[in-house]
């Protein structure tokens, strides 16, 4: 047995937007499997249904933009009248649109920012008094944990939009940290390199890459420290990519 496979979340209730497929739905099967009540949301209420049961354990999908506050409140709101709490949001929602900067229009890089960094802030601000509660009763052991990326460190070519949402992430994450640690939330954020997933039209055959799965096990890693300890960001790479 891993260490992680004796994570015990029973009882509590876990958000993941963006929890549809790739990096997201390995991180809801991870909380179910640990016993946590899961909600996953995709901005298709077909496609979050149907990840839904594709999941063992108690798995919920719901419909949600998260650049849409309305759509955010909603979604809260329907957790708050089903559980009466929520214990642990994972805002993994985001997307890129690669091309040079000369190519890019100014709605590609709204789109960007407004999914990768105003939907982080927007849920969270939204799921914050559940949270709290939360978070006062296990003394600490609520979390929010933004799904982040390298590039929110290293820029590349193509990826004006992207980059900047992604450097804007670390940024809020770690403001929102220090805001937050005090109200018995822990912030974290965890920062892959290349996962083998369909993301930026890959194929989802690169075996050398970071597996979803891998991701998803930094997550229980985070909620399984005790709560005097904040591990507050996550850096993975592949051990052995392709030489260049």
Known sequence: MSWTEAVNLEGRVALVTGG??????????????????????????????????????????QACDVRDEASIDTLIRT??????????????????????MQEMTA???????????????????????????????????????????????????NGVGYNASKFGLLGMTEAMMIDLRHEGIRTSIIMPGSVNTHFNDHDGSRDWAIQPEDVARSVLQLVAYPTHTLVSRIEMRPSRPPRK
Not at 30 to 40: M, Q, S, Y
Not at 79 to 99: E, H, P, Q, T
Not at 117 to 142: H, I, M, Q, W, Y
Request: aromatic share 6%; hydrophobic share 45%.
């Open 107 to 157: 709605d590609e890089w709204r789109l960007q920012v407004e999914t990768n960094l105003n939907g982080v802030f927007l849920t969270s601000k939204a799921a914050l008094p559940l949270l709290r509660k939360a978070g006062a009763e296990g003394e600490g052991d609520a979390w929010i944990i933004n799904i982040g990326s390298l590039a929110s460190r290293n820029s590349f070519g």
């Open 20 to 61: 549809s497929e790739g990096i997201g739905l390995a991180i809801v099967r991870e909380l179910a499997r640990a016993g946590a009540r899961v909600v996953l949301t995709s901005r298709s209420r077909e496609r979050a249904e149907a990840a839904a049961a594709g999941c063992d354990g108690d798995v919920t999908g």
């Open 79 to 100: 957790i708050d009248d089903r559980f009466g709490r929520l214990d642990i949001v994972v805002n993994n929602a985001g997307l890129g649109v690669f091309k040079p």
